[in-house]
Nanobody, 121 residues
């Protein structure tokens, strides 16, 4: 089993920045690729960004140019730097992990508990 624990969420004004972290522990040898999802009230969960074990990122159109995903393999930690935040970025943000990129995008095997990001206008 793999445990994912997010941190770094909070309340920020529009135009501000936050940095989310996701610490992985347990059977981390079973995961290669990781990503961030978010879910706003009344909406479906959506993919925000993913990153491969080699460090190749992919971003949703809504966040490209504002968010940066990165990982520190030595610390088993995933990050999401969020700049120029907008009220529509308000959501619960979840860390996800799987063996392959296809799985992270489609059906991640492992999920964190989420961290709330609220952006005020």
């Amino acid at each position: 089993q793999v445990q994912l624990v997010e941190s770094g969420g909070g309340l920020v004004q529009a135009g501000g920045s936050l940095r989310l972290s996701c610490a992985a522990s347990g059977s981390i040898f079973s995961i290669n690729d990781m990503g961030w999802y978010r879910q706003a009230p009344g909406k479906e969960r959506e993919l925000v960004a993913v990153i491969s074990s080699a460090g190749s990122p992919y971003y949703a159109d809504s966040v490209r140019g504002r968010f940066t995903i990165s990982r520190d393999s030595g610390k088993n930690t995933l990050y999401l730097q969020m700049n120029n935040l907008k009220p529509e970025d308000t959501a619960m943000y979840y860390c996800a992990a799987a063996t392959t990129m296809a799985m992270v995008i489609a059906t991640p095997r492992y999920w964190g508990q989420g961290t709330q990001v609220t952006v005020s206008s």
